[in-house]
């Protein structure tokens, strides 16, 4: 009963590094989010995708860039890493559905520190 | 500006006592959640309010959709330490390509101390 899955869970980059986290779920579910977490900012949501080869921007998206190559998988990548990119960084995913109250599902989180 | 308003930020409480969290906006909405979020987890979805004036109970945590739909309170009874994390609203926002997208209030932190 995985649910959403996020590799790695803890990770510290320097400035300039790139770095790819992964989100996997097992739920055939269509949507697919990633969102970061900061303190006194709530969660935000980076980039979405609402099918398999789909992907469009959220809220923040600038710095992050993200594929969707499988329906299970959807892959957050960070070019060159800047500090302001220090955050906790949530996926999540939702069944399709034609009117409200589908729940999103998260993953545990990806910590992530930029020196 | 920040479409969802939690209050308050912060709640630290005993065991055993009564408290309410509210989720307050200018806007109207047509459905919203409220999740709960424990340290080191992602947000868990406890509930979706759908019609104005609705009311749901989870056990101990009542909830309540205002009549015109801008509004939501969480009311919990007889606060437990279990009930310790970060209690977040949420909408669904429906237009142009942003279809089940949701955005999140800034969330409420909850402590029951024993």
């Known amino acids: 009963n995985a649910g959403v899955t996020q590799t790695p869970k803890f990770r510290v980059l320097k400035t300039g590094q790139s770095m790819t986290l992964l989100c996997a779920q097992d739920?055939?579910?269509?949507?697919m989010y990633w969102y970061r977490q900061d303190p006194g900012m709530g969660l935000r949501l980076i980039h979405y995708s609402v099918g398999e080869g789909t992907t469009a921007k959220g809220e923040v998206p600038d710095g992050y860039n993200v594929s969707r190559l499988k329906k299970q998988n959807f892959l957050l990548g960070l070019e060159s890493a800047a500090p302001s990119q220090t955050s906790v960084y949530f996926c999540?995913?939702?069944?399709?559905?034609?009117?409200?109250?589908?729940?999103?599902?998260f993953g545990d989180g990806t910590r992530l520190s930029i020196l | 500006t920040q479409l969802l308003e939690q209050s308050p930020q912060f709640l630290s409480i005993q065991e055993g006592e009564n408290l309410t969290v509210y989720c307050n906006s200018s806007?109207?909405?047509?459905?919203l959640q409220w999740y709960r979020q424990e340290p080191g987890e992602g947000p868990v979805l406890l509930v979706t309010?759908?019609?104005?004036?609705e009311v749901k109970k989870l056990k101990r945590l009542t909830f309540q959709f205002g009549d015109a739909r801008k509004d939501s309170s969480l009311h919990i009874t007889a606060a437990q330490p279990g009930d310790t994390g970060l209690y977040l609203c949420?909408?669904?926002?429906?237009?142009?390509?942003?279809?089940?997208?949701?955005?999140f209030g800034k969330g409420t932190k909850l402590s029951v101390k024993p």
């Open positions: 999540a995913s939702r069944a399709w559905t034609g009117g409200a109250g589908q729940p999103q599902h």
């Open positions: 739920m055939n579910h269509e949507y």
């Open positions: 309010v759908v019609t104005g004036g």
């Open positions: 949420a909408v669904l926002l429906n237009y142009g390509g942003s279809q089940g997208n949701l955005i």
């Open positions: 806007s109207v909405f047509s459905s």
